[in-house]
Nanobody, 116 residues
Framework: QVQLVESGGGLVHPGGSLRLSCAAS????????MGWYRQAPGKERELVAH???????YYVDSVKGRFTISRDNAKSTAYLQMNSLKPEDTAVYYC??????????WGQGTQVTVSS
């Protein structure tokens, strides 16, 4: 059974940084696409970034130049480094694992709050 466990969320001032981690178990992590999504109150869940098995990355325009997604296949862990955080980045952040045979798994979410 695939499990994703996120960590690293919290409260940070505008301009600050956080690093989210997503530890996966029970999957062939190295062949999967790892993604980070977020959902703000009253809004739909949106894709923030993803990284494929070849470490090719995609970012939504609103986070380009501020966020960096990475992966460590030896640790079956994906990361999202978030710098220059803004209040509009406040959301619950979810980790997603999408397998080569098109199965989808989600973490439980971690709250990120950017506020002065």
């Amino acid at each position: 059974q695939v499990q994703l466990v996120e960590s690293g969320g919290g409260l940070v001032h505008p301009g600050g940084s956080l690093r989210l981690s997503c530890a996966a178990s029970g999957s062939d992590f190295s062949t999967s696409v790892m993604g980070w999504y977020r959902q703000a109150p009253g809004k739909e869940r949106e894709l923030v970034a993803h990284i494929d098995s070849g470490s090719n990355t995609y970012y939504v325009d609103s986070v380009k130049g501020r966020f960096t997604i990475s992966r460590d296949n030896a640790k079956s862990t994906a990361y999202l480094q978030m710098n220059s955080l803004k209040p509009e980045d406040t959301a619950v952040y979810y980790c997603n694992l999408f397998t080569y045979n098109r199965k989808d798994y989600w973490g439980q979410g971690t709250q990120v709050t950017v506020s002065s």
